[in-house]
């Protein structure tokens, strides 16, 4: 998951190293600033372990918050998770 800082920019660059052939790269723009911005995933997760029923979900400090029950061994991994343990 890409984290960056707020307003973080950045926009496509040729480099032309001396004596070297161009490499497409990056630039940035804009350094940003505090706090720092976590992309949520958006992932289906496909199990083949029928003995699988449940994940539950963690917080940062790897507490449970929540229970998701699986159905037929899919579930969408959560936005605001970091860690999801399964059962």
């Known amino acids: 998951m890409p984290c960056r800082p707020t307003d973080w ?23 940003g600033r505090a706090p720092w911005t976590v992309v ?15 994940a539950i979900v963690l917080d940062m400090n790897g507490m449970p918050v929540d229970t998701i029950r699986l159905r037929e061994g899919v579930f969408d991994f959560p936005a605001d998770a970091m860690y999801v343990v399964l059962q």
Do not use: E
């Not at 161009?22 to 723009?29: L, Y």
């Not at 949520?40 to 449940?54: F, K, V, Y």
């Open 9 to 31: 920019a950045c926009r496509p660059h040729t480099i032309t190293p001396k004596g070297g052939q161009a490499v497409d790269g990056w630039r940035v723009t804009n350094y």
């Open 40 to 54: 949520s995933p958006r992932i289906r997760i496909h199990l083949r372990n029928a003995r699988l029923t449940r």
